[in-house]
């Protein structure tokens, strides 16, 4: 009830003025973006001295802010990796197909990963087995019938329509799929993306295929045991593996596309893998800031505003540039953060929670850096009553529609879709399930130890004209070089997105109620597992 009044009184301040007071113009976000997305900066790669230069600007703003260090040393929570770098000239792959080997080209026909470490040496039969999904919530299985052990499982990418986003989102996951395959006995896994749902074409995906990938570097965190290879495959070499099995990639393909049953049956070849990867430690950490709430009943809960500072460093070149700047991706979240802090000492709140800002690192190497301070928060889990986190929300057409992933799943989506509402800003569900967003930033992580989470972008309804402008955004600046700072980016947009991001704030840190999942939501069973034994239960549903 009170969320509904206080809405009122957000209404009220605008129409009386005939607009919202302006926090945010546009400009000091943007100058943040020019410092993160410096040449100079390389990159923030996680562990690099970019990275480290941009952490300390950033605490250099948090400070003159007012914000106070909420870390485990300061503002930092220092986090360590293992970096493995492949040693593509110590790797070989081949098909095995009647005891004959069909050599497969590094880069050209398949990528062998390192998220998930390889064996040495690997050699095993494949089997198609559809999307790869167990899913008990709709009694979904592929793996029913069919022998999977001691096998390597093909799989394309996607989900069948009758999962719903978030739900096939999640068991999209390489915790929750390699959970399901360690249980069936399967070694392995080869990927087909789903070409409807490719953010990036593969000639880019191949390009920097030697780049470092990173774990965690603590045993509770290893999510893979049992695996022994990871390929993701060319789409466009894919028959490759069908020939002899009566399918066709193709065939597949068209049915993934519209989300459509597929077929599952063994493949008549097996794959050889030799694999050789460098593994070394690499440290970094997250940043972690606090305004303080003032009222005594709820000044020790915290909302959390996250965005990762980290990106992905120096790579190949294209057209010449070797600096993947990650202007937007996810400067534009971490410069929104900056903003934020500087918005409270300019235009100070009575805050009644208080507000936690996360500066993540390791997020573009698997929401590393979200996954250890959701695992070990410098406050107390349950007192975490939310979660908005900030990734790439491009600002690069009108301001109209708003993208809210978690939409249906608590009452942050309701709280949002009203927020926006008074912006004369609507709201829409992901309107594209199949990319996965929903697991690809931060707000998972939280998500995962109960805590209800939104991610908001500027979005675009299907099928308009904006809709194409991300498309080609993705396909042409979504993690290359060109996303620098010399792109069109609509300062007003930005300044009015931030505007809504700081009323949701507000509007989380003052109700008198914290936020809940929906009785309807899948995720809520963590925030369930959460509070088993503990004697808050009624506080961490939200009841006071
Ligand atoms: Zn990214």
Redesign the pocket.
């Known amino acids: 009830m009170k969320t509904t009044i206080l809405l009122l009184v957000l209404l009220c301040t605008i129409s009386a003025t005939g607009q919202t007071i302006p926090h945010f113009d546009g400009h000091t976000w943007w100058n943040h973006i020019k410092v993160l997305a410096d040449d100079k900066l390389e990159g923030r790669d996680t562990g690099s001295r970019g990275e480290r230069e941009a952490q300390r600007y950033a605490i250099e703003q948090l400070k003159d802010s007012g914000a106070q260090p909420a870390g485990a040393n300061g503002f930092y929570q220092p986090v360590k990796f293992n970096s493995r770098q492949i040693v593509e000239k110590d790797c070989s792959l081949a098909l095995i197909r009647d005891a004959r080997r069909e050599p497969l080209a590094l880069g050209e026909d398949a990528i062998i990963g390192t998220r998930i470490m390889p064996a040495s040496e690997v050699e095993a039969p494949l089997v198609f087995v559809g999307y790869g999904l167990k899913v008990p919530e709709n009694n979904y299985d592929d793996f029913a019938g069919i022998d999977v052990r001691d096998k390597i499982v093909v799989i394309f990418s996607g989900s069948p329509s009758e999962i719903p986003g978030a739900l096939a989102s999640h068991y999209q996951t390489t915790a929750e799929r390699w959970k399901v395959l360690h249980a069936a006995g399967a070694v392995g896994i080869v990927s087909l993306p789903n070409p409807a749902a490719m953010d990036i074409p593969w000639s880019r995906i191949a390009l920097n295929r030697a780049h470092p990938t990173m774990d965690l570097d603590y045993p509770e965190f290893n999510e893979t045991e049992g695996a022994k290879l990871a390929l993701t495959i060319n789409p466009a070499r894919a028959d490759k593996l069908f020939v002899g099995s009566g399918h066709s990639f193709a065939e597949i393909a068209s049915l993934g596309k519209d989300r459509k049953p597929l077929p599952h049956f063994p493949l008549t070849v097996s794959i050889a893998a030799k694999t050789k990867v460098e593994v070394t430690p690499v440290e970094s950490a997250n940043l972690i800031a606090r305004f303080p709430g003032s009222d005594p009943d709820l000044k020790d809960q915290y909302v959390v505003l996250s965005a990762?500072l980290d990106?992905?460093g120096i790579g190949e070149p294209i057209n010449g540039d070797r600096i993947y700047n990650?202007a937007m991706?996810?400067g534009s979240g971490s410069a929104l953060v900056l903003d934020m802090a500087e918005s409270f000492k300019k235009h100070p709140e009575k805050l009644r929670r208080s507000l936690l800002l996360v500066l993540v690192t390791g997020?573009?190497k698997g929401l590393l850096g979200s996954k250890y301070f959701t695992a070990h928060p410098t406050v107390p889990t349950k007192s975490i009553v939310a979660d908005v986190n900030v990734?790439?929300f491009l600002p690069i057409v009108p301001l109209k529609i708003l993208t809210v992933l978690g939409l249906g799943e608590s009452d942050l989506g309701d709280r949002t879709r009203e927020i926006a509402q008074a912006f004369g800003v609507k709201v829409q569900p992901d309107p594209e399930p199949l990319r996965n967003v929903f697991i690809?930033?931060d707000q998972y992580n939280f998500i995962r130890h109960g805590i209800p989470s939104v991610m908001i972008d500027v979005g675009a309804e299907p099928g308009s004209p904006e809709q194409k402008i991300f498309k080609d955004w993705l396909t042409q600046r979504?993690?290359a070089p060109s996303d620098d700072v010399n792109q069109p980016v609509d300062l007003a947009v930005a300044a009015r997105y931030e505007e809504i991001i700081r009323a949701l704030l507000l509007n989380i840190a003052n109700g008198d109620l914290r936020p809940r999942w929906k009785p309807e939501s899948f995720f809520r069973r963590y925030a369930e597992a959460a509070t088993i034994g503990s004697a808050s239960i009624p506080q961490a549903l939200g009841i006071k």
């Open positions: 990762h990106h992905i990650g991706d996810d997020e573009e990734d790439m690809r930033s979504y993690h």
